[in-house]
């Protein structure tokens, strides 16, 4: 389909926890991953990418992790903290000869002090 | 500030009226893209522009719906006899040149509100 799907609409964890928001994407030609981060009234911000020539990439304090075998993906926070709490979207770009970039209806990550 | 840019903020709009947005990407940008986001859900792709060409458009892009990026530069968004399910955030994002796809950059969007 058009937009790339999620397993859980929220997640909620305590300060200090790793959180795993997970995702699945429905277009097996994707070839580029990214990872949105959207808090209150603001547009989705970048938190990192990955190509599927790789299935693990590590930023400060974020991993992306993809499962090309059954279309997975997956961005591990590690010690969440209080300003992590917002949507997290997972997108594609199912290459075409455009860029288009897909999104998924997203995350909504609670993290309780 | 040298982020993407978006005017106005909020708009409120009488059903059958027109309305246009303006975007002004990061300057190095030369992709420039339209997404319209409803509560709860991610955002939906509308356009996008390769410098001032319009490459893109979706196909549930209502022909109410226009598009232009007359220097490359900015862009505006018209939407023309507004209807009530027109509301939403139009978030409008640039990216840099290159294969493969790059990460977009967002503004934080215009919020439209059609009564």
């Known amino acids: 389909g058009e937009n790339v799907g999620l397993h859980l609409p929220t997640l909620s964890v305590q300060e200090g926890d790793n959180s795993i928001i997970n995702c699945a994407y429905s277009?097996?030609?994707?070839?580029?991953f990214i990872w949105y981060k959207q808090e209150s009234g603001k547009g989705p911000q970048f938190i990192i990418d990955?190509?599927?020539?790789?299935d693990k990439r590590q930023g400060q304090r974020v991993t992306v992790l993809l499962n090309k075998t059954v279309k997975h993906l997956s961005l591990q926070i590690a010690a969440t903290q209080p300003g992590d709490s917002a949507v997290y979207f997972c997108?594609?770009?199912?290459?075409?000869?455009?860029?288009?970039?897909?999104f998924g209806a997203g995350t909504r990550l609670f993290v309780k002090a | 500030d040298t982020g993407v840019s978006q005017d106005p903020r909020h708009k409120i709009t009488k059903r059958g009226q027109n309305v246009t947005f303006r975007c002004d990407p990061i300057?190095?940008?030369?992709?420039l893209y339209w997404y319209r986001q409803t509560l709860g859900q991610g955002p939906e792709f509308l356009t996008y522009?390769?410098?001032?060409?319009?490459?893109?458009k979706s196909r549930l892009l209502s022909d109410r719906f226009s598009a232009e990026r007359p220097k490359g530069s900015f862009s505006t968004l018209e939407i023309q006899r507004t209807e009530q399910g027109d509301s939403a955030m139009y978030l409008c994002?640039?990216?840099?040149?290159?294969?493969?796809?790059?990460?977009?950059?967002f503004g934080n969007g215009t919020r439209l509100t059609v009564t």
């Open positions: 994002a640039s990216s840099l040149p290159g294969t493969g796809g790059s990460p977009l950059h």
């Open positions: 277009n097996s030609a994707s070839d580029y």
């Open positions: 990955i190509r599927s020539n790789m």
């Open positions: 997108a594609e770009n199912p290459y075409t000869g455009g860029f288009k970039t897909i």
């Open positions: 300057s190095e940008h030369n992709r």
């Open positions: 522009f390769q410098n001032e060409a319009q490459l893109e």
